[in-house]
């Protein structure tokens, strides 16, 4: 017999293995679907196109900047150093050896092109993605912070500090995120920055307003998780910690947040998913975060099926990866 885990009386193997081949071919018909479906859209398809946008090969030259002959060149290993001697003095440059275009005695011009070199960079899709990342990284970490101490008051007895945590959390949750954004770096940012010029003060960059709108509309959300998980562990925990001589302080840090932890974990990483989802709608204020730099792409290469079904791929990695390091949270804290 199969190990019990439900509600309902243990089922044989028998029962498991039909509805395991019951999934796989729904969805083995599923992807049949969207292959068929494909195949009757009338669309190129330049999936070989995809991986310069990952990674791609940036050639540079290298050019002269006065006029003059070329007086020496010196072998350096896989590099040749150029000696050029004009009217305004004297200038050098290594330059690989395999690209040289020049030889000894040549007379050059600025601009003339002596030869150039190729290296690896990171392509739109890459640098779109790791902003995501940065983006969500920071505002989640602001979020656990907000949404922690604005649970706490919501919950605690001193009036100004429930009202005024009742008062944020209503506040961002009764209007949309979008909006949101467009206040913090439109409003806010004008504000902020005009403040800043007067005083001779570096301009804040939109990154950081999107960051903050991003963290302070988790952190509502987080501190409504983190004071229904206070709540739903027994007043007798509480009690019991008072009676041991633990002061409220300790009580919560020691007794109460361990065991509500454990109880907020998989709400938690609801939010967290959404919020990686969401740092998509910073594109609105010039971030070229992943869904914005796909945007971009697709607007240059005319190809929207193939980058559109990568940028779903790479926000699936992003939510699948966070979900899978909350579950391993979880085991951990049980």
Partial sequence: MATYAGLDRPKSKAYFRVWTGVFFL????????????????????????????????????????????????????QESRVLIRGADGEESHDVPASSLLLAEGDYVYPGDVLGSFSRHKAGILVEGLLLT???????????????????????SENPALRWGAIAYIELIRG???????????????????????????AQISPLWFGVLALAIFTGAYTA?????????????????????????AQAMRKVILPQAFRRILPPLA??????VKDSS????????????????????????FEIWIVCAILYLVLTFTLSMFVQYLERKAI
């Fill in 270 to 275: 609801g939010q967290f998913i959404s919020l």
């Fill in 26 to 77: 729904g969805a083995l018909g599923l992807v049949s679907l969207l292959y068929f479906s494909t195949k009757k859209v009338e669309y190129t398809w330049r999936w070989n196109r995809v991986p310069q946008y990952f990674l791609y090969e940036e050639k540079t030259e290298i050019r002269a900047e006065t006029e003059g002959e070329i007086v020496q060149i010196t072998p350096l290993g």
């Fill in 175 to 201: 209007s949309p995120l979008l909006v949101q954004i467009f206040l913090w770096y439109f409003v806010g940012g004008t504000v902020i920055n005009a403040m800043l010029s007067q005083y001779g003060l």
């Fill in 281 to 304: 709608l910073l594109g609105v204020i010039s971030i070229r975060e992943l869904t914005k730099a796909s945007r971009e792409v697709v607007t240059s290469s005319l190809q929207p």
């Fill in 133 to 155: 990342l940065e983006v969500s990284a920071l505002a989640i970490v602001l979020g656990i912070v907000l949404g922690l101490f604005t649970g706490l008051a919501r919950i």
């Fill in 224 to 248: 409504e998780i983190v004071r229904a998980g206070i709540q739903s562990v027994h007043r007798g925990q509480m009690e019991a910690a008072r009676s041991l001589g633990l002061t409220y």
